[in-house]
């Protein structure tokens, strides 16, 4: 089993849409979790970041995690074509180094 | 400049060239990262280095020769390397190599994109 799943997509939504990215993980050991978005031909921007279980909302962006079910997610809403990258989620445990993991990334492509 | 700043973006090279991957950051960070990112695969920690000292090495092949010499710069020097390291390499650097928190997080680079001939 793969440390962090998610689906690579790609996920075509049109402009306006709710998107829902998510991440599932292995390792209970997992305390802090952070979306980031990579355009093409960009390295990776840290978008969200959250200790433990719970919602937290920026803006548009909302993050959930639950850690008892190992679960992670992304929320868009009034999705932009602007929001067009791939999102990579990520999580930790207290300390930076090979406990560090990233999933592979979602495409997303939001259509005007 | 700001943030961190990877040259050259695009190299091209044979198996048997030496070449190095230069990296900048201006962020006044103490640690500093080389990531390895291939299509539709995780990102994949290479080296770390905090206050100049390595502290990760994720059993990376020798090819790969990284080299920080001091808080700001790092190098990857490769030589005789194989087809399949062609790739992104990824540059990262966080306040310190230590706790993650809201305000030790990673910033990178835009990359320096890799093919080997």
């Known amino acids: 089993q793969k440390e962090v799943e998610q689906d690579p997509g790609p996920l075509s939504v049109p402009e306006g849409a709710i998107v829902s990215l998510n991440c599932t993980y292995s390792?209970?050991?997992?305390?802090?979790f952070m979306w980031y978005r990579q355009y093409s031909r960009k390295g990776p921007e840290l978008l969200m970041y959250t200790y433990s279980s719970g919602n937290k909302e920026d803006g548009r962006f909302t993050a959930q995690v639950d850690k008892s079910s190992k679960y992670i997610s992304l929320f868009i809403r009034d999705s932009q074509p602007s929001d067009s990258a791939t999102y990579l989620c990520?999580?930790?445990?207290?300390?930076?180094?090979?406990?560090?993991?990233f999933g592979p990334g979602t495409r997303l492509s939001v259509l005007p | 400049e700001t943030g961190v700043t990877q040259t050259p973006r695009h190299l091209v090279m044979g198996m048997t060239n030496k070449k190095s991957l230069k990296c900048e950051q201006h962020?006044?960070?103490?640690?500093m990262y080389w990531y390895k990112q291939s299509a539709k695969k995780p990102l994949e920690l290479m080296f770390v280095y905090n206050f100049k000292e390595q502290t990760e090495n994720n059993s990376v092949p020798s090819r790969f020769s990284p080299e920080c010499p001091n808080s700001s710069h790092l190098f990857l020097h490769l030589h005789t390397l194989q087809p399949e390291d062609s790739a992104l390499y990824l540059c990262?650097?966080?306040?310190?190599?230590?706790?993650?928190?809201?305000?030790?997080?990673?910033?990178f680079g835009a990359g320096s994109r890799l093919t080997v001939l």
């Open positions: 390792n209970s050991a997992f305390q802090y």
């Open positions: 962020l006044g960070h103490n640690a």
């Open positions: 990262a650097s966080s306040q310190d190599g230590g706790r993650v928190t809201g305000a030790n997080v990673l910033t």
């Open positions: 990520a999580m930790s445990g207290e300390n930076y180094g090979q406990n560090f993991v």
